[in-house]
């Protein structure tokens, strides 16, 4: 439980955002009232957002209650070995910047389902919408909400479902209010905040161990070295070998970073293609810090515990006569114990943040979905105040829906593991048609169509099988690797179908693939360090570095 100051700071945070997120939404919306571009200006903010506003809402989009909880609950069980989901998403970060962003931007599209109509059909843009939809719903919010719900019962001692409902009401008010520009707006706030709580954390947990050397000596002690690598050999108990790193991350991580909705709603929202170029890259740099403020507060957690520095007592439980620890809760353990009063609301407005920005960007580009590719279809003369309207409505359903599916989700014994498990089904199919569609002339509508449609029943069935048949063959494999054969199946479906239906290009979608790997870089670019191929060479150097040194 925490004190009554640390309350107060907390209280009045979600007040101070709640009165931004309006007060910047609608003042947009006023000033632009008269330019008839209502839709535009609520679903992407008149597309005059700047590279640091975009970088820094991509990154608070990504960075959610389940990123700070479930990343120290990692460093906590297996070290440092899921930082690696954050190091590599700075590669498909390069690549939306590079190859993605000035295809969406050129194209002019409000969604990404209205992307791939142009470079497909209508069939491939009403799946992606269901599935950017459902995903928004499962992934972005319900997954968050448990999140912050574990935090916030640890914390307060209130119920978990109330503490989520409040926190989700207030969020959503101001989202479905002020539109993009108020989750831009906020997002850009709360990641500073986020950002300062995480170091915070990361300071007191360094000197409570008393520096590197003393949590180097506890693994050596303990025999658990393996924790500080993030490239396991193979047969590694955890199931992510360094080759499921590099073979199934690009699969979920394109589709996260490149394909959904949700992130890439704020690069569809840029003022132009540099803009939308340097943002992602921004973001790929910020990337770096969550190893070191996320997951290496949860490995020294570990250690502090080992050496009696910790009382991790409140976490342990006995399940069929063993010992466990439910370490869900390591992350509020680690503020009531090491974090002094005081500090100690700005950790919790720190992970509010992090929930209320997941909350809202997820609601805004279900919104978006829902209004133009839905709702338009069956309604082509709509107008703006009417697409607002729906759009305002679906942000509502579609948060009663995640409230309802946190008991389910709730089954995960890692929130983290739950999460990538999930997204590793659902990604193969559609990390698959973009891919071929931007990098493939022959990729037909055809092919995409029918890749989406066995892609996902696949993905369906086999995640199915492995939660009902654990033991058989399939229910073995680690999602990781998963991930990589779904989609390499469907690769081969797409190219199969491709020369049996031959593409049939249009006009305009003769005119939304690379012709060659080196096209996308013969874009106009800025001078000097802010040149995005500049910018890209130093993030890939760096991370190299990065990775041989945690190898």
Not at 109 to 126: G, M, N
Request: hydrophobic share 50%; net charge positive; proline share 4%.
């Amino acid at each position: 439980m925490i004190h009554t100051p640390d309350l107060i700071i907390s209280a009045l945070y979600i007040a101070f955002i709640f009165v931004i997120g309006l007060w910047s939404g609608i003042r947009h919306q006023r000033k632009t009232r008269n330019n008839n571009n209502e839709a535009g200006e609520y679903f992407l903010a008149g597309k005059k957002l700047r590279w640091p506003m975009i970088g820094l809402a991509l990154f608070a989009t990504n960075i959610s209650c389940v990123h700070l909880v479930s990343l120290a609950q990692s460093g906590f069980d297996k070290g440092l070995l899921n930082g690696d989901f954050e190091w590599m998403a700075a590669f498909t970060l390069i690549l939306l910047a590079l190859f993605f962003a000035p295809f969406y931007i050129k194209s002019g599209v409000a969604t990404l389902p209205d992307f791939l109509e142009k470079r497909y059909d209508r069939a491939s843009r009403d799946w992606l919408a269901i599935i950017s939809v459902v995903s928004a719903v499962l992934i972005h919010i319900a997954f968050s909400l448990l999140a912050g719900g574990v935090v916030l019962h640890t914390l307060f001692g209130v119920d978990t479902y109330t503490s989520v409902i409040v926190i989700s009401i207030i969020t959503t008010i101001y989202t479905i209010v002020g539109g993009l520009t108020a989750v831009v707006v906020t997002e850009s706030i709360q990641t500073l905040v986020l950002l300062g709580g995480a170091i915070i954390m990361s300071v007191a947990a360094y000197n409570k161990m008393g520096g590197w050397e003393p949590m180097v000596d506890v693994l050596k002690h303990t025999g658990e070295m393996n924790k500080l690598s993030m490239l396991r050999p193979h047969g590694d108990p955890s199931g992510m070998p360094w080759y499921a790193v590099f073979l199934g991350y690009p699969v979920l991580g394109i589709w996260y970073w490149c394909a959904d909705q949700t992130i890439v709603q704020r690069v569809l929202g840029a003022k132009d293609e540099n803009h939308a170029r340097v943002g992602p890259l921004f973001c790929g740099f910020i990337k770096i810090l969550p190893v070191f403020i996320f997951v290496m507060p949860g490995l020294f957690a570990y250690t502090l515990a080992q050496s009696g520095h910790l009382d991790i007592s409140a976490l342990k439980s006995v399940v069929g006569g063993k010992e466990v620890v439910d370490s869900k809760g390591i992350y509020t353990l680690m503020i009531t114990q090491l974090i002094p009063q005081g500090l100690i609301g700005v950790l919790v407005a720190a992970l509010l943040s992090g929930l209320m920005s997941q909350i809202s960007g997820a609601l805004n580009s279900i919104s978006t979905i829902v209004s133009y590719d839905i709702y338009k279809r069956y309604k082509p003369n709509a107008q703006d105040a009417g697409l607002v309207k729906v759009g305002k409505i679906a942000a509502g359903v579609s948060l009663v829906l995640s409230l309802a599916l946190l008991p389910l989700l709730n089954r995960y014994g890692s929130i983290f593991d739950g999460l990538n498990d999930i997204i590793a089904h659902i990604a193969p199919p559609i990390t698959c048609v973009f891919l071929l569609g931007v990098f493939w002339k022959k990729a037909s509508a055809v092919s995409a169509k029918y890749t989406l449609w066995i892609g996902s029943a696949i993905g369906v069935i086999v995640f199915a099988m492995n939660k009902l048949f654990p033991d058989t063959v399939i229910g073995q494999v680690p999602f990781m690797m998963m991930a990589f054969y779904l989609f390499v199946m469907c690769v081969l479906i797409q190219v199969t179908l491709s020369y049996a239906y031959p593409v049939i290009h249009t006009k305009e979608s003769s005119a939304l693939y690379w012709r060659s790997p080196w096209e996308p870089l013969r874009g106009p670019a800025w001078r000097g360090l802010g040149n995005y191929k500049v910018l890209s060479v130093l993030l890939v150097v760096i991370m190299v570095v990065l990775f041989y040194i945690f190898r």
